[in-house]
T-cell receptor, first 115, second 117 residues
Framework: DTGVSQDPRHKITKRGQNVTFRCDPI?????LYWYRQTLGQGPEFLTY????????KSRLLSDRFSAERPKGSFSTLEIQRTEQGDSAMYLC?????????????FGSGTQLSVL | AQTVTQSQPEMSVQEAETVTLSCTYD???????LFWYKQPPSRQMILVIR??????QNATENRFSVNFQKAAKSFSLKISDSQLGDAAMYFC??????????????FGTGTRLQVTL
């Protein structure tokens, strides 16, 4: 069990560019979550997958955002035409059990800065 | 929609002393779960303790315990025998019990805890 891994740890980009983040969950975890955390705030739910199926998306996830989880393993989060308001830390979490026993294991996040 | 409020942006405690972090929430639901997460400088969110709303007994995990007041919608975290390693941001979080909601947590804005010698 190596924990949830996120890459890159930091990303600096210019406004209008596309960026892609990767999350490798704990192996055999069937659920994977993306959260966004802006400065001075708690994380906010963006979307989650059960295996390869994306089951829910928050209203925060505009059309410029797309997430995938091919084959139910790693996940990618892409932001197209980045805006300064996209600057935040993007957290990934994975879990295996359902219901109250579901415990989220978080990664260390990708810090995005849009100039 | 549910909201979670943490009214203490920063708290300080001396090593070995006890500190209590406050959290209030607003919901119209009767069944839900409450959590405290710790976020150290490494940025990784770590679950500290959790509470089921239907349980009257307050949850405890070693030096960490909660005071859950359902009627008052209050969920405070008590840290006993504080250690330097407890220094971090602490987030209170809410999760609905509704089927299919999964772990869509609603977080508060956090309390930064400093531990001094």
């Amino acid at each position: 069990d190596t924990g949830v891994s996120q890459d890159p740890r930091h990303k600096i980009t210019k406004r209008g560019q596309n960026v892609t983040f990767r999350c490798d969950p704990i192996s055999e975890h069937n659920r994977l979550y993306w959260y966004r955390q802006t400065l001075g705030q708690g994380p906010e739910f963006l979307t989650y997958f059960q295996n390869e199926a994306q089951l829910e998306k928050s209203r925060l996830l505009s059309d410029r955002f797309s997430a995938e989880r091919p084959k139910g393993s790693f996940s990618t989060l892409e932001i197209q035409r980045t805006e300064q308001g996209d600057s935040a830390m993007y957290l990934c979490a994975s879990s295996h059990l359902l219901g109250f026993s579901e415990k989220l294991f978080f990664g260390s996040g990708t810090q995005l800065s849009v100039l | 929609a549910q909201t979670v409020t943490q009214s203490q942006p920063e708290m300080s405690v001396q090593e070995a002393e006890t500190v209590t972090l406050s959290c209030t929430y607003d919901t119209s639901e009767s069944d839900y779960y409450l959590f405290w997460y710790k976020q150290p400088p490494s940025r990784q969110m770590i679950l500290v303790i959790r509470q089921e709303a239907y349980k009257q007994q307050n949850a405890t995990e070693n030096r960490f315990s909660v005071n859950f007041q359902k009627a008052a919608k209050s969920f405070s975290l008590k840290i006993s025998d504080s250690q330097l390693g407890d220094a971090a941001m602490y987030f209170c979080a809410y999760r609905s019990e509704n089927t299919g909601t999964a772990s869509k947590l609603t977080f508060g804005t956090g309390t930064r805890l400093q531990v001094t010698l």
